[in-house]
């Protein structure tokens, strides 16, 4: 897969048989939202608002730590969010799965658990969208965030954000298996907003923004014991591992910190076992807050977590504030 992406972020030639599948993938994929939009397919509302935080792009570009960082931000002026997810990577034995801290990843998948760990609030997982943001309607919450849910369609939404990396944007701008995309790059015509991971290279037809992850702590696996970013709670060189949708992402930021490491990318979502944090010296090992929460059974004294957090640009936060202004006025 990192192969195929690289070649998709510099639209590489041996990509060009490829382009009349992307055409009908692109086609079929107007045609599913047209069939949305007329009625033909249900469309859900829920009774509360619900803003959707995805991208078009296959890969990762940020949006989780967003979804964290609003909820929060949500919950400093009043409101009782609560998250809704897919689960993408578990198998609960029945939905709508309601999420904890403590919930099996193999169950609700990797960033639900993560998120119901850095938020403290609710989150429910369900292939079945609708039906976990009802559970959490239900709950008590007063306005959901969909973590990723673009194309899910069956849900509606008030705002919908796009989240995309400023460096790389959306590749060479074609759909799969052509390109990066989901959806063709006309469907940002319809969304609320779009935000760059980092400064956005390129003009956009809605209004755009940005946003930082920077680094905010070293925890401990096994403990959960936290330290200053500034104070490196280990010594020398480390193994860095990145099972996440941009694993160089991970890697610059370590070299930003001016940690030495060698590097051990691997696949998005991957599922971790104790071997995978075993290797024959006795370095230390430092890894996302994502792959932490399927590590965490089985982590050795050497186990580190880089936590990291979404910061918006003012500007954002302005225009977010305008938004549910205007909702709360309906």
């Keep these: 897969m990192s192969r195929l992406q ?3 972020y510099r639209d590489a030639a ?3 048989p490829l382009r009349p599948l992307a055409g009908l993938y692109a086609s079929v994929m107007d045609a599913r939202r ?3 939009q007329r009625g033909t397919k249900t469309v859900w509302t829920p009774p509360v608002p619900l803003i959707v935080i995805g991208n078009l792009s296959v890969g990762g570009t940020g949006k989780s730590p967003l979804v964290a960082w609003m909820a929060r931000w949500l919950v400093e002026r009043g409101w009782h969010p609560g998250i809704v997810s897919r689960g993408y990577g578990g198998h609960a034995r029945r939905y709508p799965l309601y999420v904890t801290p403590e919930t099996s990843p193999v169950e609700a998948g990797d960033e639900p658990v993560m998120l119901a760990a850095q938020t403290g609030l609710p989150v429910a997982v369900d292939p079945d969208r609708p039906r976990a943001a009802r559970k959490l309607v239900a709950a008590g919450c007063d306005i959901l965030l969909s973590d990723d849910g673009l194309q899910h369609l069956a849900m509606g939404r008030d705002i919908e954000l796009v989240v995309v990396d400023g460096a790389r944007g959306f590749g060479n701008g074609r759909c799969l298996p052509a390109g990066p995309l989901r959806e063709p790059l006309s469907r ?3 969304v609320d907003a779009v935000i760059g991971n ?3 290279q390129q003009d956009l037809p809605v209004p755009h923004y940005s946003m930082r992850l920077v680094p905010s702590r070293w925890r401990h696996l096994i403990d959960d014991v936290c330290y200053p970013i500034e104070g490196r709670p280990f010594n020398g060189r480390v193994h860095a591992l990145a099972g996440i949708g941009h694993p160089s992402r991970f890697f610059e930021t370590l070299e930003e910190l001016d940690v030495a490491f060698d590097p051990c990318p691997l696949a998005d979502h991957h599922r971790f076992d104790a071997a995978d944090l075993q290797f024959s ?5 430092v890894m996302t807050a994502k792959d932490a929460v399927k590590c965490r ?3 050795h004294e050497r186990c580190w977590v880089l936590d990291v957090e979404a910061h918006p640009d003012p500007a954002l936060v302005t ?3 305008g938004r549910l202004a205007a909702l709360t006025e309906r």
Aim: aromatic share 20%; hydrophobic share 55%; net charge negative.
């Design 34 to 36: 047209r069939a949305y």
């Design 297 to 299: 059974l089985f982590a």
């Design 188 to 190: 940002l015509d319809d």
């Design 6 to 8: 690289d070649a998709w």
């Design 319 to 321: 225009w977010l504030e």
């Design 14 to 16: 041996w990509l060009m």
């Design 281 to 285: 010296d006795n370095r230390p090992v």
């Design 198 to 200: 980092g400064p956005l």
